[in-house]
């Protein structure tokens, strides 16, 4: 069995910053792609940051050059700085994770989610 648990989200002034955490636990023999998306209110989700295993990054226009996206292999974490934070940056975060597990192949991951809330 396989989870992803989010953490770092909360309350944070317009300007400030928040980072974010996702650990992947269980049965793993692999990590692909590690992704954070995002769903606020009324919004569909939306892909918000990705990185491959070999740390290639994808942004969605409206995060680049404030956020950033990185991983710990051997931690089997992704994490999501926010730096400038926006109010339109509210919502609820998840991690994503394309895993291998012994006998059951690969298949998509997905954590809780962690809520952000960008007000003053």
């Known amino acids: 069995q396989v989870q992803l648990m989010e953490s770092g989200g909360g309350l944070v002034q317009p300007g400030g910053s928040l980072r974010l955490s996702c650990k992947a636990s269980?049965?793993?023999?692999?990590?692909?792609?590690m992704d954070w998306y995002r769903q606020g209110p009324g919004k569909e989700r939306e892909l918000v940051a990705a990185i491959s295993s070999g740390g290639s990054t994808h942004y969605t226009d409206s995060v680049k050059g404030r956020f950033t996206i990185s991983r710990d292999n051997a931690k089997n974490t992704v994490y999501l700085q926010m730096n400038s934070l926006k109010p339109e940056d509210t919502a609820i975060y998840l991690c994503n994770a394309r895993i291998l597990v012994p006998g059951l192949g690969w298949d998509d991951y997905w954590g809780q989610g962690t809520q952000v809330t960008v007000s003053s």
């Open positions: 269980g049965n793993i023999f692999s990590i692909n792609a």
